[in-house]
Each structure stands twice: as C-alpha cells, then as structure tokens.
C-alpha cells in the first residue's frame, strides 16, 4: 500500500520539507520530556500533546510509530539559560525532605497520571538521564579528543568556536551573543556561549558519579545527547521553537555537520498571546528519526 506524502516544516531550511522515514512506512520520533522535580502544569501539557497528536495523524495516514522521550532527573538548572543556579531535583529533594529518587520516581509517576487524564498516548520509552551516564561520559571524552571541549578544575566545557555550524539551526551565530546580559560569565569559559558538558561536584552534593575529572554530574544539554534505546540509536535532544538549542545539534555531532533529522517546533503562547505560564519560558519539539529529506 502508498502511503500518503508527510511534509512537516522544517527549522533548519526555514521550509516544508518531505518526510522520509529510515525505515518504509516507520517513524520514531524522540520529544522532550519532563524535568520530574513537581507536578506538570497546563502549558507542559499542551507540550506533551503535540507529539501525541503527530503520532496520531502519521498512524492514521497508515505509518507506524515508535516514541522516545526522556525524563530528566539530574542536571535542569534554575537558570539553565545561562547554564547556572541550582539543580532543580535537589531543590525539590530538599524542600520536600525526600532523597532524589524518591522526588523522581513519584513525579514521573504523577506524569504519567497526568498525561493519561488527558488521553495522551505513552511513549514506548522513557529513558532517565541518570541511567545513562556512562554513555555521556564516553560522548564527552569523543568531544574532547575531537578537540570539541575542555576541561578546567573538573568542569567539561563544549567550545562553541569548534563547531563551524553553530547556530545554523537557530540562527543565531557566536558573534550574536551578549556576555554577562544578565550576569557575569563563568570566567572559566573559552568564551561566554561556552556551555557545561560535565559539572565538578564541589562538596557536599547529593548527586555526583566518578569520572576522569573528578566526581561530577552531567550538564543538561549531553544528557541522552546519543543513548541508545530498545537497539535503536536514537537522537536524544531536541531544539525548542522560541529558543532554538544549538548545543543539542553541536554536542550529537562534533564533527560539524548538522544532523540529517527532520525536527518539529511549537511554541507556548495562549489565544492573546501570553504565555501558558510563568515558567513556561522556553517553547519544546519533537525530533523525528525520518532520514534524509
């Protein structure tokens, strides 16, 4: 049987562009997934809808589909932005008087509550960052024989000067970016847009792993960056529509090329255009492992 033509805008080309799955008639799709710290509110929910709702249209169309999202639970700064604050996880554990599995084994359960309230669909994996570490830890050292990152007293930074396309993706370039806009810049740094692939424990953290720099914790943007999940080797980060990550593009390819993957962005605004909710900064997508377009 055909199938019908699937052609989904893309944000690399700025154009719609014809959906070719790697495999006929099957498209896995990875879609970001809950930071499991608290509840999920109402514009999360809207986020998590939209994968749901592509499944949906391609099975109806005739595809099958597979679905990858990850739950993050180590590593989600309170200001992620500029890639600094406090974990998000250890300040739930700490509010709440709970160890951090305990915070995310009942949040991600509360999700999943939650997304089943709303007839959203589970995904057939939900892969937690702490249950990949080894597998960022070699990412991290491939980047830093590569010459792609650095490290300095135990923290691993990804140098942003040894991707020539960063940016491409979100358009916005190295020379764009405004040091210490709201803040002073890590002064560690190679240069300001610089970000953290592994983060030096310091004393007294709750949540630290052994590496060859020291113990340590991963920094958001490599987690599940290229795990590998039910034998397929999936692209494990996606780029939100209001801020586009050109660190998850850089980090899954240190050689420079932009990834061949069709990628998916919505935004996070009501009908009058505020958004959904206060901490509803950044807007999320779907990455689809549809192969060459």
């Known amino acids: 049987m055909k199938l019908s033509q699937v052609r989904l805008y893309s944000t690399l080309s700025r154009t719609k562009e014809e959906v070719q799955p790697l495999q006929e008639g099957v498209v896995r799709i990875y879609s970001c997934g809950p930071t499991v710290y608290r509840y999920v509110h109402v514009g999360n929910l809207r986020t998590f809808m939209l994968p749901d709702i592509l499944r949906r249209s391609l099975e109806y169309l005739g595809y099958k589909t597979e679905q990858v999202m990850n739950v993050t639970d180590v590593g989600h700064l309170t200001d992620d932005t500029f890639d600094r604050g406090e974990d998000k996880m250890l300040v739930a554990a700490r509010l709440e008087n709970k160890s951090t599995e305990d915070i995310a084994a009942y949040y991600t359960g509360a999700f999943l509550d939650d997304i089943g309230k709303l007839n959203i ?9 702490t249950r990949y570490i080894g597998q960022m830890l070699e990412l991290i050292e491939k980047l830093i024989d590569a010459g792609n990152a650095y490290e300095i007293e135990g923290t691993v930074y990804y140098d942003i000067a040894s991707f020539p396309a960063y940016g491409r993706l979100s358009r916005n370039s190295a020379a764009k970016l405004m040091a210490g806009h709201r803040g002073e810049p890590d002064p560690l740094k190679r240069h300001p847009g610089d970000f953290t692939l592994w983060r030096a424990a310091g004393q007294n953290r709750l949540q630290t792993w052994p590496s060859q720099w020291g113990p340590g914790y991963p920094g958001w ?3 599940l960056a290229d795990g590998e999940i039910g034998g397929q080797l999936l692209p494990h980060h996606r780029a939100g529509g209001a801020r586009v990550r050109p660190a998850r593009v850089s980090v899954s390819r240190p050689a420079g ?6 990628q998916l962005q919505h935004g996070r605004r009501g009908r009058g255009g505020p958004r959904l909710a206060a901490a509803a900064r950044s807007s999320r997508g779907v990455v689809l492992a549809a192969g060459r377009r």
């Open 257 to 262: 090329e932009v990834p061949d993957l069709a």
């Open 221 to 223: 943007h490599i987690e």
């Open 121 to 129: 669909r589970p995904a057939e994996h939900y892969p937690h960052a």
